[in-house]
DNA sequence: CACGAATTCACCCGAAAGTATGAATGAAAA
DNA sequence: TTTTCATTCATACTTTCGGGTGAATTCGTG
């Protein structure tokens, strides 16, 4: 991007700026001519000012952005499960949390996790807690449920 | 809605303008005294318009929206479920029992499925309970897991 | 009507699950 | 080398779940 483009809108406000000024000291000039037009020179630049602060704001202000989630759903067939690798990976799903899905999907409790996976029971909380957040649920079953629609549990 | 309320941005626009007009009769004045003040003067004017312009059009204009679409797919079984019939009736699962299998396969707690069948949280207590004997597990996620395997939810 | 099954709800209590926070370790990446 | 991250574990606390028990009500069927 040049250094014109970047800043377009400035350099047009200056220009603009520039335009109007020299149209006034025209019009400064005009005044000496016609007396008693005071009025009608401060109404142009009103009007003139006006304009260009609208005109201005319009440009430069900020569209509100609205963000829509559409949730579309892809049919596949049940018998093949295929494991959904990008869906993990858009999630940070570690190794372990994935094990961890998939003993909950097992409808197994926290300590038969523990020790299927030869690790304490705290670990096996910690796994799950990161989880549901990464899966953006509250409970186990949910977990599951979500993991299920998103192709990382059979 | 009065007149006032009504017009409140308009006839607030017109004080404004009519103090400006004040402001810059009064400055008119110190023309006179003193000299070669005219860029001042101008430049007063413009700064206080523009600044007019851009407050007006930020209040009337329609706040811009842009919209994003976030496309999530969510992948579901392509084959058609059919509920197991046979096996509900061989177990002797009762209406409110499946129902509630079907709630607990979806992640909700006892509480949100109390709320979604209009009855209290003791009633699902006894739902699930009772629904855990039949099915012989001793936890929701294995009652789904079993329900699963049985044809009994998707 | 009487009977049983289903449904509803309550109370108590212990177990399991989940939250919050902190921290140590080791491996990989910057 | 410093930083980042996954993994591991811990303590303390709150919430939810599940078991056990009892009981009132509704509803269809014999």
Sequence with gaps: MTF???????????????????LMKFL???????????????GAIALIF??????????LSKPKVERIEVIKEIRVPAENFVFNEKEAERLGLSKREIEVL??????????????????????????????????DVKRRTAAVDEGRKLGLVR
Excluded: C, P
């Design 102 to 135: 998939e003993f909950l999907a097992q409808g197994l409790s926290n300590q038969e996790i523990a020790d299927k996976m030869f690790v304490s029971l705290n670990t096996i909380k910690t796994h799950t807690s990161n989880l549901f957040s990464k899966l």
């Design 4 to 22: 014109f483009a970047r800043h377009k809108l400035i350099i047009l406000y200056a220009l603009g700026l520039g335009l109007a000024l020299f």
């Design 28 to 42: 400064e000039y005009r005044l000496l001519v016609i007396d008693h037009a005071m009025e009608i020179y401060i």
């Design 50 to 59: 006006t304009s260009l602060g609208i005109w201005l704001a319009l440009k």
